[in-house]
C-alpha cells in the first residue's frame, strides 16, 4: 500500500484550537514545549515567576504569528495559580492542556541538607503541580476532556546522592500522576509524567565538565537530550494518538534507566 502523508500539515493540526497552559515556560524546556505547542497548532499561556523573562518568549512567539499569552505565576504559591487559571479561562474560555513544567534544584547531601531548601523544592516542585493540577480539574470535568503532562525526571526513578530533596519531589510527582489518573479518568481526562534524562539546559549547565563526561557513559545513545526532545513527547501526550494512555511516566533519557 502506497501511503503518503504531508507531514507539516499534520502537525500544525495536531492541537489546533486548543487551549495550553505551560509553567516554567520562560527558558529551556518549558520554552521548548510552549514553542512546539504553538507549532503544533495550541493557544498557549506561558507562565514562570519573572513576567519580563517569560514575555520575552511569548512575544517572539506571537511576532512568528501563533496566539501566545505571557503571565507571572509562581506556581508554589496557591493564589498566584488560582489568578493563572482564572485569567486563562477568561481569555479563552477553556483550559484543555496543563504542563507542569516549573522546577528547581536546591542540591546539597542530606546531611548538611538545610530545611528551608528541602521545603523549597518540595514546595515547588511538588506542591507547586498539585496547585495546578487541582485547579484545573474543574474546568477540565466541565469540559469531559483535559490532558495534565507532569514534568518529573529520571532523579525520581533512581536516586541521585546530592539531590535527596528534588529526587523525592520528582517521585512524588510520578505519584501524583498515578493517583490523579484513577481520580479523573471516567471524567475523560488523561494524566502522564515525563521523566527526562539529561537535557542541555541552564539547569544542567552548572555540572562541571568531568561530571558531564562520566554520565555520558551511562547513556547509550551517547548524547544528551535537548529541549526538543522532551517537547516533542509533550506534544504526542497532549494530542489524540495518546488518547489510551494514562497514568504513565515516559522517560525521554537516551535509555538513561532501564
Ligand atoms: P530551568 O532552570 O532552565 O527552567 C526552569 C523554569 O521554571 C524557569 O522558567 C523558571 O523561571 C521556572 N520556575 C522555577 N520556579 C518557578 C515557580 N515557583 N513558579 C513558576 N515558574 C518557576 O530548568 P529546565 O532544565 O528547563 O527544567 C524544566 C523542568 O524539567 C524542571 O521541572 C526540571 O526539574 C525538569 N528536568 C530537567 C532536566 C534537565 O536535564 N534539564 C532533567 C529532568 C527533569
Same mark, same amino acid.
Given at each position: 500500500?502506497?501511503?503518503?502523508? =504531508?507531514?507539516?500539515?499534520?502537525?500544525?493540526?495536531?492541537?489546533?484550537?486548543? %487551549?495550553?497552559?505551560?509553567?516554567?515556560?520562560?527558558?529551556?524546556? &518549558?520554552?521548548?514545549?510552549?514553542?512546539?505547542?504553538c507549532?503544533a497548532?495550541?493557544?498557549?499561556?506561558?507562565?514562570?515567576?519573572?513576567? =519580563?523573562?517569560?514575555?520575552?518568549?511569548?512575544?517572539?512567539?506571537?511576532?512568528t504569528?501563533?496566539?501566545a499569552?505571557?503571565?507571572?505565576?509562581?506556581?508554589?504559591?496557591?493564589?498566584?495559580?488560582?489568578?493563572?487559571?482564572?485569567? %486563562?479561562i477568561?481569555?479563552?474560555s477553556?483550559?484543555?492542556?496543563?504542563?507542569?513544567?516549573?522546577?528547581?534544584?536546591? =542540591? !546539597?547531601?542530606?546531611?548538611?541538607?538545610?530545611?528551608? =531548601?528541602w521545603?523549597?523544592?518540595?514546595?515547588?516542585?511538588?506542591?507547586?503541580t498539585?496547585?495546578? %493540577?487541582?485547579?484545573?480539574?474543574?474546568? !477540565?470535568?466541565?469540559?469531559?476532556?483535559?490532558?495534565?503532562?507532569?514534568?518529573?525526571?529520571?532523579i525520581?526513578?533512581?536516586?541521585?546522592?546530592?539531590?535527596?530533596?528534588?529526587?523525592?519531589?520528582?517521585?512524588g510527582?510520578?505519584?501524583?500522576?498515578?493517583?490523579? #489518573?484513577?481520580?479523573?479518568?471516567?471524567? &475523560?481526562?488523561?494524566?502522564?509524567?515525563?521523566a527526562?534524562?539529561?537535557?542541555?539546559?541552564?539547569?544542567?549547565?552548572?555540572?562541571?565538565?568531568?561530571?558531564?563526561?562520566?554520565?555520558?557513559?551511562?547513556?547509550?545513545?551517547?548524547a544528551? &537530550?535537548?529541549?526538543?526532545?522532551?517537547?516533542d513527547?509533550?506534544c504526542?501526550?497532549?494530542?489524540?494518538? #495518546?488518547?489510551y494512555?494514562?497514568?504513565?511516566?515516559?522517560?525521554?533519557? &537516551?535509555?538513561?534507566?532501564m
Amino acid at each position: 500500500m502506497d501511503v503518503t502523508i =504531508d507531514q507539516s500539515v499534520f502537525r500544525e493540526n495536531l492541537l489546533n484550537g486548543k %487551549t495550553a497552559i505551560v509553567t516554567g515556560a520562560s527558558r529551556g524546556i &518549558g520554552a521548548a514545549i510552549a514553542q512546539k505547542l504553538c507549532e503544533a497548532g495550541a493557544n498557549v499561556v506561558l507562565c514562570s515567576r519573572s513576567a =519580563d523573562a517569560v514575555g520575552q518568549i511569548a512575544d517572539m512567539l506571537q511576532d512568528t504569528g501563533y496566539t501566545a499569552l505571557s503571565m507571572a505565576a509562581d506556581i508554589s504559591e496557591k493564589a498566584d495559580v488560582e489568578t493563572l487559571i482564572e485569567k %486563562t479561562i477568561s481569555q479563552f474560555s477553556q483550559i484543555d492542556i496543563l504542563v507542569n513544567n516549573a522546577g528547581i534544584t536546591r =542540591d !546539597m547531601l542530606l546531611m548538611r541538607l538545610k530545611d528551608e =531548601d528541602w521545603d523549597a523544592v518540595l514546595q515547588t516542585n511538588l506542591t507547586g503541580t498539585m496547585y495546578c %493540577t487541582r485547579a484545573v480539574l474543574r474546568p !477540565m470535568i466541565r469540559q469531559k476532556s483535559g490532558r495534565i503532562i507532569n514534568i518529573s525526571s529520571v532523579i525520581g526513578l533512581m536516586g541521585n546522592a546530592g539531590q535527596a530533596s528534588y529526587a523525592a519531589a520528582k517521585a512524588g510527582i510520578i505519584g501524583l500522576t498515578k493517583a490523579t #489518573a484513577k481520580e479523573v479518568g471516567a471524567r &475523560g481526562i488523561t494524566v502522564n509524567a515525563i521523566a527526562p534524562g539529561f537535557i542541555t539546559t541552564d539547569m544542567t549547565a552548572q555540572i562541571p565538565e568531568q561530571s558531564q563526561q562520566q554520565l555520558l557513559e551511562l547513556i547509550p545513545l551517547r548524547a544528551f &537530550g535537548h529541549p526538543e526532545d522532551v517537547a516533542d513527547a509533550v506534544c504526542f501526550l497532549a494530542s489524540d494518538a #495518546a488518547r489510551y494512555i494514562t497514568g504513565q511516566t515516559l522517560q525521554v533519557d &537516551g535509555g538513561m534507566v532501564m
